[in-house]
């Protein structure tokens, strides 16, 4: 059975060590941002820095791991219909729906929906760096570093899989960024698998 997270919203929750984490797009063109953090100490948290130093890659598919800032294992990807997801940009918040957008009454975005959800856990918004971010799609260019957010790849049902290295607490939500979704918010699912 698959829970729902409802457009522009998040979850918290543990994940056991070996546990899997399916997370799905049920409409398509929907990012998720993942936060996990080791639950025996929540000051270790996932590094993008760390992963694209071990990996020497900065897109992640099966088969790659997601590191801490101490450099331990902490998720590794098993299956991935999508191929394409960003763990550059920190998530989306307040102040990027002020500066980007120029709101003046801005949503709270991921980062507000990830601190009020990890708030039961001890986790406050300084100990939540640049998540991963499942199905959003930045290209890059390599030669001036330049980089444009584009509509998510994922079409209905497109999903991840997770493994957990370590006893994790993960922070998921339905992002919240009109331009990472394509401009329409719409739910995520996910699912725990023994
Ligand atoms: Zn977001």
Not at 35 to 42: I, K, L, R, S, V
Not at 52 to 73: C, H, W
Not at 169 to 175: E, K, P, R, S, V
């Amino acid at each position: 059975m698959s829970e729902v997270i409802p457009p522009r919203s998040g979850r918290a929750f543990r994940l056991g060590k070996g546990a899997r984490l399916k997370v799905i797009d049920p409409q398509g063109e929907q990012v998720a941002d993942l936060f996990a953090a080791f639950a025996g100490d929540t000051a270790e948290v996932m590094s993008s820095g760390r992963t694209f130093d071990y990996l020497e890659k900065i897109y992640l598919s099966v088969g790659d791991t997601i590191y801490s800032n101490r450099s331990q294992p902490l998720l590794t990807i098993l299956e991935d219909t999508v191929g394409r997801h960003d763990f550059l940009l920190t998530p989306c918040s307040a102040d990027t729906f002020r500066i980007i957008y120029g709101d003046r009454d801005p949503h709270r975005g991921c980062l507000g929906n990830l601190v009020e959800a990890l708030a039961p856990y001890g986790i406050g918004a300084n100990a939540i760096p640049a998540c991963f971010n499942i199905f959003m799609n930045v290209e890059l260019d390599g030669v001036t570093g330049k980089i444009a957010v584009k509509p998510p790849l994922s079409k209905a049902s497109g999903f991840i899989v997770f493994r957990a290295e370590q006893d994790l607490i993960i922070g998921l939500t339905a992002c919240s960024a009109p331009q990472s979704n394509n401009y329409s918010f719409k739910p995520i699912e996910f699912e725990i698998l023994p």
